[in-house]
């Protein structure tokens, strides 16, 4: 049974950094594309995507608004994926969540990826 728990969210000022790790248990991260979505508080609203990392390691992929800020990475010994947030804007608070494929190419759109962590909550404070 594949499961993907996310850790450390929390409440932070505009301007601070925080880390968020996502573990893995029933799948090894090295052989899936893995990536980090976000869900803004509200109605409506919909999960978009944050950052992607292929399976080599090598190539990251990020969304115009969290560009030269964020960092996503993994560590293949812990078998974990993490996103390195810097400069946060009042406009990151979300949930957070991480995901991962086995298609080298997968979708931006968060409703075709295979496996999903149960979120873990990031409020930025101005």
């Known amino acids: 049974q594949v499961q993907l728990v996310e850790s450390g969210g929390g409440l932070v000022q505009a301007g601070d950094s925080l880390r968020v790790s996502c573990t893995a248990s029933g799948l090894t991260f090295s052989t899936h594309t893995v990536a980090w979505f976000r869900q803004a508080p509200g109605p409506g609203t919909e999960r978009e995507f944050v950052?992607?990392?292929?399976?080599?390691?090598?190539?990251?992929y990020y969304s115009d608004s969290v560009e030269g800020r964020f960092t996503i990475s993994r560590d293949n010994a812990k078998n974990t994926i993490y996103l390195q947030m810097d400069a946060l804007k009042p406009e990151d608070t979300a949930i957070y969540y991480c995901a991962a494929d086995r298609a080298t190419y997968p979708s931006r759109d968060w409703k075709s990826w295979d496996y999903w962590g149960q979120g873990t909550q990031v409020t930025v404070s101005s």
């Open positions: 950052a992607r990392l292929t399976r080599s390691g090598v190539n990251q």
